[in-house]
C-alpha cells in the first residue's frame, strides 16, 4: 500500500514556465517531507524540505507548499531550466524514527 | 573531502551467489540506511540503522543481511534467498533526528545472470 504517491509520472515544461510537482500522503503523522532530484544512475540529492507546522518553505527557484487537510505537497520550480530535468521524489519521514518513505517519482523534462 | 563511497559501480553475479554491496561514510553520521531502485518505482528501504551495533529492518529486508560493526561502514549482502536480486542499490547517511536529509551515494547495480 503506497503510503507516498506522485500520481504524475512524467511533466513536460518550456524553459523559464513554472514546472509544478505534486504528492500525495495518507498519513496524517508523517512529521517531515523532503523533495530530492535524481539524475539516471547516480544517488539522489537533497534540493528543499518542509515541516508538518509549516505550509511554505522557499530555496531560491524551488518553493514547496504543505497541504495538511487535503495531504498534499507540491514543489513549484520557478524558472524552469534544462538542467532541472531529472526525476524528483518526495519522501515523508512517519515520526518516531529517522526513516522516510519515498514516492514513486515524477520525471521532469525542461525544454530548451 | 566528506561524502558516501559504495563499490563497485557495476556487479555481476551468478544466481545462488551471496555477494556483498559496500557503503563508507566520512560524515560522522550515526544513521545508515540502504534503499533498492527499481525501473519506475520509487526508493524502497531495506535496512537501516540509527546507531552503531544496531540496526532495523526496513519494507523490503527479506533476503537481505547487514552489519554495522563501525561508525562508517555499512555494508550490505544480497543473499541467494533475494528472489529477485537485480536491481540498483543505494546506501544513505543522515545525522541523528528526524526530519533531517539523507546524502546519497552513487549507488551499485547488481545484476545477477
Known amino acids: 500500500d503506497q503510503q507516498v504517491k506522485q500520481n504524475s509520472p512524467s511533466l513536460s515544461v518550456q524553459e523559464g514556465r513554472i514546472s509544478i510537482l505534486n504528492c500525495d500522503y495518507t498519513?496524517?503523522?508523517?512529521?517531515?517531507f523532503l523533495w530530492y532530484k535524481k539524475y539516471p544512475a547516480e544517488g539522489p540529492t537533497f534540493l528543499i524540505s518542509i515541516s508538518s507546522i509549516k505550509d511554505k518553505n522557499e530555496d531560491g527557484r524551488f518553493t514547496v507548499f504543505l497541504n495538511k487537510s487535503a495531504k498534499h505537497l507540491s514543489l513549484h520550480i520557478v524558472p524552469s531550466q534544462p538542467g532541472d530535468s531529472a526525476v524528483y521524489f518526495c519522501?515523508?519521514?512517519?515520526?518516531?524514527?529517522?526513516?522516510?518513505?519515498f514516492g514513486t517519482g515524477t520525471r521532469l523534462k525542461v525544454l530548451a | 573531502d566528506g561524502g558516501i563511497t559504495q563499490s563497485p559501480k557495476y556487479l555481476f553475479r551468478k544466481e545462488g551467489q551471496n555477494v556483498t554491496l559496500s557503503c563508507e561514510q566520512n560524515?560522522?553520521?550515526?544513521?545508515m540506511y540502504w534503499y533498492r531502485q527499481d525501473p519506475g518505482q520509487g526508493l524502497r528501504l531495506i535496512y537501516y540503522s540509527q546507531i552503531v551495533n544496531d540496526f532495523q529492518k526496513g519494507d523490503i529486508a527479506e533476503g537481505y543481511s547487514v552489519s554495522r560493526e563501525k561508525k562508517e561502514s555499512f555494508p550490505l549482502t544480497v543473499t541467494s534467498a533475494q528472489k529477485n536480486p537485480t536491481a540498483f542499490y543505494l546506501c544513505?547517511?543522515?545525522?541523528?533526528?528526524?526530519?533531517?536529509?539523507?546524502?546519497f551515494g552513487p549507488g551499485t547495480r547488481l545484476t545477477v545472470l
Open positions: 544513505a547517511s543522515s545525522i541523528a533526528g528526524q526530519g533531517t536529509q539523507q546524502f
Open positions: 498519513n496524517s503523522m508523517f512529521d517531515y
Open positions: 519522501a515523508a519521514n512517519p515520526g518516531g524514527t529517522y526513516k522516510y518513505i
Open positions: 560524515l560522522n553520521h550515526d544513521a
